[in-house]
């Protein structure tokens, strides 16, 4: 069975700087895909980024990249130059590589952007 | 605007009614989700629809029935729901890609409150 693991339930960070969100993972697939997701207040689920197990270099897209360290089975996601409108909560999931995914998903991150 | 659409975006209902859930996607997707996020507890795939197949059903009480016409459209009735039921339901697509899925796309969900 796969599993994620986000062991920081809240974060607070000054605006500008750069933060990074902590999320391990276990799975016995050899291929698999790893996910972060934002959700503001409203609900929604926005897809922020995707790591895909084979993947030789870390995922990068915008101010976010993914630090994918497959040894030590961790994804984290780095938010580079943090707004104000990052403040939301931050769910890391994990597929199996193979037809329509059965995501799991970690517990969260509630990420806060102070002024 | 999302291309996941959820309709309604929240609904009040007591244990006797019945109700249903719409999703529509206009991605061109081919693969359908219901989720579950409950208060404190991480998203929970209720189940999974691909190519108009439900290909998962991860346990759910048969109290929710899904639904796919085609695999632009996805429903979740709702029937003798109990309190504990009280969630945001979440509705995503993707397309199935086979090695290499592409991300689960969300729609803005469905606030149920059971009365």
């Known amino acids: 069975a796969q599993k994620i693991t986000q062991t920081q339930p809240g974060m607070f960070v000054q605006e500008k700087e750069a933060v990074t969100l902590d999320c391990t993972y276990d799975t016995s697939d050899q291929s698999y895909g790893l996910f972060w997701y934002k959700q503001p207040s409203s609900g929604e689920m926005i897809f922020l980024i995707y790591q895909g197990s084979y993947d030789e270099q870390n995922a990068t897209e915008g101010r976010y990249s993914l630090n994918f360290q497959k040894a030590r089975k961790s994804a984290n996601l780095v938010i580079s130059a943090s707004q104000l409108g990052d403040s939301a909560m931050y769910f890391c999931a994990m597929s199996s590589n193979q037809g329509a995914q059965k995501l799991v998903f970690g517990q969260g991150t509630r990420l806060t952007i102070n002024p | 605007e999302t291309g996941v659409t959820q309709t309604p975006r929240h609904l009040v209902m007591g244990m006797t009614n019945k109700k249903s859930l719409k999703c529509e996607q206009h991605?061109?997707?081919?693969?359908m989700y219901w989720y579950k996020q409950s208060a404190k507890k991480p998203l929970e795939l209720m189940f999974v629809?691909?190519?108009?197949?439900?290909?998962e059903n991860n346990s759910v009480p048969s109290r929710f029935s899904p639904e796919c016409p085609n695999s632009s459209h996805l429903f979740l009735h709702l029937h003798t729901l109990q309190p504990e039921d009280s969630a945001l339901y979440l509705c995503?697509?993707?397309?199935?890609?086979?090695?290499?899925?592409?991300?689960?796309?969300f729609g803005d969900g469905t606030r149920l409150s059971i009365l």
């Open positions: 995503a697509s993707s397309q199935d890609v086979g090695q290499r899925p592409g991300p689960q796309h």
């Open positions: 991605l061109g997707h081919n693969a």
């Open positions: 629809y691909n190519f108009k197949e439900q290909t």
